[in-house]
């Protein structure tokens, strides 16, 4: 669907550089082929399998797909090309769209002050392009206007005169927003790339400009509800003109509410809900839930795992939508290297490291909503590592089983902790091959850990090779059988050692665990036998 845009786009270069203004008084055959080319895209989108999986889930919702689909005979796919944020903004307040009036009417300074704001704002804009149509040197200036405040590397090179003469100054703007918006994609992914230590001087100077450009003003509106509506599965390419604007602007009105605070903000529960009964669908509760939340990808996790402090503080005020005071800067990176050679990352954190990073972003002054926002799109994590997290799980254990022989139980049991939290991860590793000696160590550290119920599962687990449940159950109680009669005479020969009489007690309690577990079966004498003294 993007290729259609791009490629409408291309068509409307073309005709600018060859031809008449578009929008100033067209030939007819050219307006005639351009409005051919969008039809046969148009075509070709509705009879897409995405278009028409989609009717059909509006038929069985009893919708009239005709009265929402994309119509190939009006201007819905060539109108698409020419969207931008003003164009969906003005148009939702004072349009037609009555249902989203009200919604507009509240968004105050986000986006001007309401309704009536947004009507003189749009007569102010008509205002600009005829004094700039009346100005010879109008158009040039747009260019050197916006060249003049945007670093080197974001600046767009001036059409020829013939060119700029043909479009006019409506038709320029559009264009300087579009390139200017590929330079700043590329030099991003460019700057991403290199790192702060290899970036040349016009690329520090876009680092340093980026950070700045975190005001309301600059967040794109209709770019955050169509990330959002692409969350919920709504295929807004599938619908006419009129019903897709319909369902971007209910959008927007939620996304420009917030647009004051965190720009990734997500779509209330009750306006998904309304965007989906809009769309003519019934509600998907996964999907639509998942609107209701800010969540990083697992791609856009990486490329924050990678960033460096400078680009992690710029990431940081662009999604708050201000700037970081010195001690959340510091914070911010402090938060982000909790766990650091753990091995523990986003999804494996442990309870303690992501309470950790809350606790050391609240005291450095962020709020609530902001403390999660950071978390949850990774800019206060790292990635895990399952290599360098069993690493650290064996240094770990072997550092407790020091403290333990050496009577300190209460440090011994935290070390124990942090190398469970390691081994998790290692365990959660859908790709890392598991034997019945991993799952052994796995118990013997969770239950040194106190984590009885962790260790049972992973007890348990020791016999998953075995298929016959009758065998698996004698093995395993032959196994907690044998190992308690060791430590039991360990214990009783050495009545002063806090190490023999804790391991005793950390087995007895992994005992209580297995038996109890509805992961196994074990004969009532059996468990018996092992709940014994």
């Not at 969008?38 to 069985?60: G, H, I, V, Y």
């Not at 399952?386 to 254990?397: I, L, Q, Y």
């Not at 902790?417 to 160590?441: G, I, L, T």
């Amino acid at each position: 669907m993007k290729h259609l845009l791009i490629f409408l786009f291309g068509i409307l270069f073309s005709f600018l550089a060859h031809s008449e203004p578009l929008f100033c008084g067209p030939k007819p055959y050219q307006l005639k082929a351009l409005a051919d080319v969008s039809r046969n895209t148009c075509m070709e989108t509705l009879k897409s399998k995405e278009c028409q999986d989609l009717f059909a889930k509006m038929r069985a919702n009893g919708e009239k797909p005709e009265d929402k689909a994309l119509k190939c005979h009006d201007q819905s796919s060539l109108s698409r090309a020419a969207e931008s944020t003003w164009g969906y903004t003005s148009g939702c307040a004072v349009g037609g769209w009555n249902f989203v009036k009200d919604s507009f009417v509240a968004i105050g300074t986000a986006i001007g002050e309401g309704a009536a704001k947004i009507a003189l704002d749009m007569e102010a804009e008509a205002a600009a392009n005829k004094a700039c149509e009346a100005d010879p040197k109008g158009k040039e200036n747009l260019f050197k206007l916006y060249n003049s405040t945007v670093p080197k590397l974001l600046q767009v090179q001036m059409p020829e005169a013939s060119v700029l003469k043909r479009a006019n100054c409506a038709t320029v703007k559009r264009i300087i927003k579009m390139q200017g918006m590929d330079k700043g994609n590329a030099t991003l992914r460019l700057v991403m790339m290199k790192g702060d230590k290899n970036l040349s001087v016009d690329e520090r100077e876009y680092v340093q400009w980026s950070q700045k450009q975190v005001t309301p003003s600059n967040i794109d509106l209709v770019g955050m509800a169509k990330a959002k509506l692409k969350e919920m599965g709504v295929q807004i390419e599938c619908y006419n003109a009129q019903q897709a604007a319909a369902i971007v602007c209910e959008a927007v009105a939620e996304v420009a509410t917030l647009a004051g605070g965190p720009a990734g903000a997500a779509l209330k529960a009750a306006k998904a809900k309304n965007i989906m009964k809009l769309a003519g669908v019934s509600a998907d509760a996964g999907k639509a839930s998942a609107a209701t939340r800010t969540v990083a990808s697992a791609a856009e996790l990486e490329k924050a795992a990678k960033l460096s402090n400078i680009e992690r503080v710029a990431a940081a005020e662009k999604s708050l939508g201000r700037s970081l005071t010195e001690a959340e800067k510091k914070a911010l990176i402090a938060a982000h290297e909790v766990g650091k050679g753990t091995g523990r990352g986003y999804g494996t954190y442990s309870k303690t490291d992501l309470s950790d990073k809350a606790n050391i972003l609240k005291n450095a002054g962020f709020k609530t909503e902001e403390r999660d926002l950071l978390m949850r799109q990774g800019l206060a994590g790292s990635l895990s590592d399952t290599k360098a997290a069993r690493d650290f799980a064996n240094k770990a254990r072997l550092e407790a089983d020091k403290l333990r022989v050496s009577g300190n139980i209460s440090e011994s049991t935290t070390s124990y902790r942090k190398a469970s939290d390691s081994y998790e991860v290692f365990m959660n590793d859908a790709k890392a091959a598991k034997s019945s000696r991993d799952y052994w160590v796995g118990a013997k550290m969770n239950a040194s850990a106190e984590r009885y119920d962790k260790a049972a599962e992973y007890f348990i687990k020791t016999e998953q090779a075995t298929s016959r449940t009758d065998v698996k159950a004698q093995n395993i109680f032959d196994a907690l059988s044998r190992e308690k009669d060791e430590l039991r005479v360990i214990a009783a020969r050495n009545p002063a050692s806090k190490s023999a009489q804790k391991n005793y007690q950390d087995h007895k309690k992994l005992i209580e665990a297995v038996v109890n577990s509805k992961n196994l079966q074990l004969g009532d004498a059996w468990k018996r036998e092992l709940l014994k003294p």
